[in-house]
Antibody, heavy 125, light 107 residues
Framework: QVQLQESGPGLVKPSQTLSLTCTVS??????????WSWLRQHPVQGLEWIGY???????YSNPSLKSRVTISLDTSKNQFSLDLSSVTAADTAVYYC?????????????????WGQGALVTVSS | DIQMTQSPSSLSASAGDRVTISCRAS??????LNWYQQKPGKAPRLLIYTTSTLQSGVPSRFSGSGSGTDFTLTITSLQPEDFASYYCQQGYSTPWTFGQGTKVEVK
């Protein structure tokens, strides 16, 4: 059973970069079974998909955030990470890492079956 | 982006009630519709994927139906642990998008 755990600063200043790491246990990040994903949940706006990375290093991000998002892998630590640059108060949210099962056609399945517990990140000076 | 609209935004029910939550997509998404349950302070939990397939471990009182633009989540005989928020999500095209949620509260 794959388990995920987010970690990172809970407070980030406006215009800086938000950085979070997801540590994976119970499975290898290089197994090819999952697209390793980031989502967030705003207090009011709700749930939003941020993007994913595959073990090959291939990434895809929500176009609304794409210019500010970097998702990367650290296979030696079985982790993947999110960097979100130039943050504003609108980026205040609970950030989740999650798994999107690789489908038979090779892409993601478009749903998330394992989730981390979530990390609240507040953007404030 | 595909917009997902849920109704109602909240409902009050009693244990044992049958509950129905609707979800409408702004364009056809075939059957690529997923449902999640979320309790306060917890991550969403996948309940149903591709309209009607129950995720492993999900009780059979949960069921889903629909196709195209209109979908339904039904809970037959609501249990105390089912009081939570429910979200629909389309997996038809990126960016994947969610409904705004339906909160099921104690009557």
């Amino acid at each position: 059973q794959v388990q995920l755990q987010e970690s990172g600063p809970g407070l980030v200043k406006p215009s800086q970069t938000l950085s979070l790491t997801c540590t994976v246990s119970g499975g290898s990040i290089t197994s090819g079974a999952f697209y390793w994903s980031w989502l967030r949940q705003h207090p009011v706006q709700g749930l939003e998909w941020i993007g994913y990375i595959y073990y090959t290093g291939s990434t895809y991000s929500n176009p609304s955030l794409k210019s500010r998002v970097t998702i990367s892998l650290d296979t030696s630590k079985n982790q993947f990470s999110l960097d979100l640059s130039s943050v504003t108060a609108a980026d205040t949210a609970v950030y989740y890492c999650a798994t999107d099962v690789r489908s038979s056609s090779g892409g993601g399945s478009g749903y998330w079956d394992h989730w981390g517990q979530g990390a609240l990140v507040t953007v404030s000076s | 982006d595909i917009q997902m609209t849920q109704s109602p935004s909240s409902l009050s029910a009693s244990a044992g009630d049958r509950v129905t939550i609707s979800c409408r997509a702004s364009q056809s998404i075939s059957r690529y519709l997923n449902w999640y349950q979320q309790k306060p302070g917890k991550a969403p939990r996948l309940l149903i994927y591709t309209t009607s397939t129950l995720q492993s471990g999900v009780p059979s009182r949960f069921s889903g139906s629909g196709s195209g633009t209109d979908f339904t989540l039904t809970i037959t005989s609501l249990q105390p642990e089912d009081f939570a928020s429910y979200y629909c999500q389309q997996g038809y095209s990126t960016p994947w998008t969610f409904g705004q949620g339906t909160k099921v509260e104690v009557k």
